[in-house]
């Protein structure tokens, strides 16, 4: 069922990537990875939707989607530039059953995002967070610059908690000047061993661009993980 959604605040968290916080009465509640869909209609009464994955656990009524701003794009734009605080959309969801963790789930937890491929597996770390899980989670998130991270002060404060989240930036196109990782694509080297979890029964959640998702997967398979439990969700160009 379509639920109308209130706009009750936003962060910035790019140049071109904006957090919406959303009021749902009645949200039923969701969990890390799963995804919503906006509906946007038209005075003329032509609508517009599109999916969006949630970047954070439900909040009582609630939810946080974060959209990525494309400069021809039919919805995000005004999403991130044209919706103003107190203004609705409609949403519907959440939506998607299998690419999702739920803190009673075995095992450790490795993360790899690539560019905004990070908002559902942000909903992941925080989902534990907010349990109190003591699931061990490393996250290694590739982008193509410092400017392009989702979330940096959040990710940098969970990174220097003792036994908080256990991160590993990839800078594609341009690196930090103290960077110990030249700029580069991502390859097996930036990625853990099986066994790394006290459990060594590690879930891979791999999100981001198609190429990205296909390279990380086969890297994972030949690093010796096993195929079933990773798990993969891809993008590629829409009319957003």
């Not at 968290?13 to 890390?32: C, I, K, M, Q, S």
């Not at 990525?68 to 939506?95: F, I, K, M, N």
């Not at 699931?135 to 940096?152: D, H, I, K, M, N």
């Not at 661009?209 to 195929?227: H, K």
Request: aromatic share 8%.
């Amino acid at each position: 069922m379509w639920r109308t959604a209130t706009l009750v605040a936003t962060r910035d968290e790019t140049p071109d990537a904006r957090t919406l916080v959303l009021e749902v009465p009645g949200w039923p509640g969701h969990l890390g990875g799963q995804h919503v869909d906006v509906r946007l209609t038209a005075d003329n009464g032509y609508q517009a939707i599109r999916s969006y994955s949630l970047a954070a656990p439900a909040d009582h009524d609630r939810l946080e989607v974060t959209v990525q701003r494309v400069a021809d794009g039919e919805v995000s734009p005004y999403l991130t530039d044209g919706l103003s605080l107190g203004d609705a959309v409609e949403v519907r969801g959440p939506a998607g059953g299998w690419f999702v963790w739920r803190p009673s789930d075995p095992g450790g937890v490795l993360l790899v995002a690539g560019g905004s491929g990070i908002v559902p597996l942000m909903a992941m770390v925080r989902a534990s967070r907010a349990a109190g899980s003591p699931t061990p989670f490393r996250l290694v998130y590739s982008v193509r610059s410092p400017e392009e991270r989702y979330y940096a002060a959040e990710l940098d404060q969970l990174a220097h908690e003792v036994g908080g989240l256990e991160l590993t930036d990839i800078y594609t196109r341009s690196a930090p000047v103290d960077a110990i990782r030249p700029a580069g694509r991502i390859g097996a080297a930036d990625l853990p061993a099986p066994g790394w979890s006290p459990a060594g029964e590690e879930t891979c959640f791999v999100c981001g661009p198609t190429g990205f998702v296909e390279v990380v997967a086969a890297l994972l398979v030949s690093l010796g993980y096993d195929p079933r439990r990773i798990k993969t969700e891809r993008f590629g160009p829409s009319g957003q």
